[in-house]
């Protein structure tokens, strides 16, 4: 896979930002396979088009890409807050590609995936309105909250410029493509086990290992006031869908 982006097709543009915008774009056409189904390419909507910039002509799925140069960060910025948040509450919207590059060079540096069904309200932050004297006085966006988003959520096909197979590639999507099939309430419990679980590096773990968490739940999910029966029972969920194995007395191991 090539890593460098096509200079010819900036020679148009003068802003920076529409250079890089058009270079990763096409490079991305051009270059990724669509992490649902394996398809050799993925086609490109017309320009601005508010649904996504990407999509599959086999299995239908949409993407949005969000590039810069440098590190990628806890946060990135992203559209209107309102229309983010009801984009995930109705289970449309687009799965990501999130870029890092290098400028001196104009080389793709990292290519992580982040499928649309990570995204939930927690992950959305709300941004302040547009001063009075902006363009869009009131406009309100929002943030990417990267760091709330579980590793297993964050699927690299490209790492440091070194190149994933497509293979671990197409099993890391599907490893989790069950949470599709959650509601946003469940699949919000299923992801804050997930990232407890990932954060305590421990392989295999006791259900008291989670219990110590119990206070940090309580207060995400402040209405749920059975918060070791709700544990025990997304263990079982995870138990289920092939993410855990139950060893026995109360000890399980990730798989």
Known sequence: MN??????????????SQKIRVMSEHWVANSIFCPNCGASKISQFDNNNPAADYFCTQCHEQYELKSKDGNLGAKIVDGAYQTMIQK???GNNPN??????????LTVKNLI?????F??????????????TARRAGWVGCNLLLNEIPSSGKIFVIQNAIVHPKNEVLNNWKKMLFLKDENTQTKGWLLDMVSIIENMKKPIF???DLYAFETKLAQKHSNNRHIKAKIRQQL????????LEFVGNGVYKTL
């Open 113 to 117: 995936i982040i499928p649309k069904h």
């Open 119 to 132: 995204f939930t309200h927690t992950i959305i932050e709300k941004r302040k309105p547009l001063a009075d």
């Open 206 to 208: 006791s259900l008291n």
């Open 3 to 16: 890593l460098s982006f096509n200079q010819t097709l900036a020679q148009a543009y003068t802003s920076n």
């Open 88 to 90: 995930v509450e109705q």
């Open 236 to 243: 079982q969920i995870l138990r289920d869908k092939n993410y």
């Open 96 to 105: 990501f590609f999130f870029m890092t590059y290098e400028k001196s060079s």
